[in-house]
Structure formats: C-alpha cells, structure tokens
C-alpha cells in the first residue's frame, strides 16, 4: 500500500476581478486569483495565473535547487485569472520547465488565447520568445495527473468554459477542491444539464478541503444573477451538502475591503454552526500568504 502523501497549500491570490492594492485590503489581500498546492516531494501545482502568481513566481526561483518545473491550471481564460502570467519570473530562464492546462474557450484554442494575452501590441515579450520551455496541455472536464496529483475537472456555472479542479495526491491522502468562479443559484444559461448540482455534489463528496467562489453577499446577488458567481450563504450550504470538513471562501468581491470580508466571515461561520450537521467544521475567508496542510 503506497504512503499518504501530505501537501500544503498557500494563498498567493484571493481577489476576484481586478487587482485592489491598498490599505483596506492589507489583511485579505488584493492580488487577484493564484493558489500553489505544494506535495511533500515537492512537486508544485498552480491554480490559476493572476497577479498573485508574480510574487510566487519569484519565490520559486528564488529558492530553486536546479530548473523550476511549475504545472499551472487555469480554471479558465477570464483576465483575472491570467494577468499575472507575463510576469511569472520563471519563464524568462532557459531551463526552466512550465506546463499550462486549460480549456480551449468556444473555437479558440487555449494557446491562441494566451499568444493574444503577450502579442506585442500589448506586452513587449511574444510567447515565443520566453527563454523557458512551455508546453500548452487543452483539457476537457474528466481525469488526468498533474505532477504527484491525480486531478477530476468538471464544468461549472460561469459564462465561457469553466472548470473546477479536485485534486488528490496519487500515492493516496486527502483531496482538495479548488472551484472559483461558478454560480450555485438560479440564473445564467451555462449549458450544464438538469442534474448539474446532483453532479456537482456527488464531485465534492469525500473532499477534506474546498475553496469556493463566495463573492457576493445575498444582496449584492441580486443585481448580479447571471454573472457566474456565488454568495457565501451558497457557498456554507454546498459543503454542508457535501458533507466537507472545511471550507475556504474565495474570489473576493473588490469593493469588499477587510472590514466587509470580517463581517461576511463571521456571518458564514453563524451559518455553519445553525446547520445542525456539523459540516463544514471550519470556515475561513482566503488570505494573501495564508498556509493551509493537509
């Protein structure tokens, strides 16, 4: 029987939307969305490619033992969750190894998405021209391995193609789930079927971790149906009914400073404990450097 593996998991990007610098943001953080979920072996996996990824992308090099190999997966192409990728210092290395799994958006490939994000009209440096080897993998919702994790993409409820990753290490141990971005109420047509939630539900079982898309309050909602976004009181009732052990609110609305976050906090921690399943034990609100192991 092979070793659980641990992993850790760290918080370099936790704002939905555009970048919000400033004071009012000190605590929570205003780097728009990048998470690295790091095994024991050291095999790092990034989700997502906003600012936060820049500061990340320092990190690893600076603490490199030979080539930097990152693994980065994009829930999807939508600029928040790529606009940090032209400055992720990795790729400006010869040696340096990065891989980019997504999915393509309608008929546009994911690498033509991302030559038209660095085209010089709009930033100095082609694609072709970075000094690491990049490799673009297009997926569909289903399973694949990533580095040391066996990862499950399924379509969320987003306008364009989505994904939600759950990721589990392949020697055995807990599971993850990262799902930003994704409308759990009515509104929207995303084309997902009539079972979706079931679906969805039946996705997340048996996972110890979730980070969810929780950046509405219940009436800020209602102006934003459609949008592909949920709201914290969402959010509480989707691990609940997946029976998860601890939930992680995400994508933070940006004219929510910390002082709004602290209050929508401590309103979903009051929801968790009413439920009366005990689930989610723990509610936390992402935090720029917060460390989570598993």
Known sequence: MPDRDAYTVTFWGTRGSIPTPGA???RYGGNTPCVAVESASGDVVILDAGTG???LGLKLVERQNGAVNAEILLSHAHWDHIQGLPHFKPFFAPGNRVRIWGSRQGTTSLEAILRQQMDPAVFPVPLDALSAKLTVQQVEPGEFTV???RVEAIRLRHPGTTLGFRLT???GGSSMAYVTDNELGPGGSYGTTASWRKDFVKFLTGVDFLIHDAMYTPEE???HRGWGHSTFE???ALAADAGVE???LF???PEHGDGAIDELLAAARQQARAGGRGRPAEVLAAQEGMRLNL
């Open 246 to 248: 601890r939930l992680v």
């Open 147 to 149: 580095g040391a994790f």
């Open 53 to 55: 990824i820049r500061a």
């Open 234 to 236: 969402e959010a509480v």
């Open 251 to 253: 994508h933070h609305e």
């Open 24 to 26: 009012h943001t000190a």
């Open 221 to 223: 909602l209602e102006a």
């Open 169 to 171: 290490p392949a020697a």
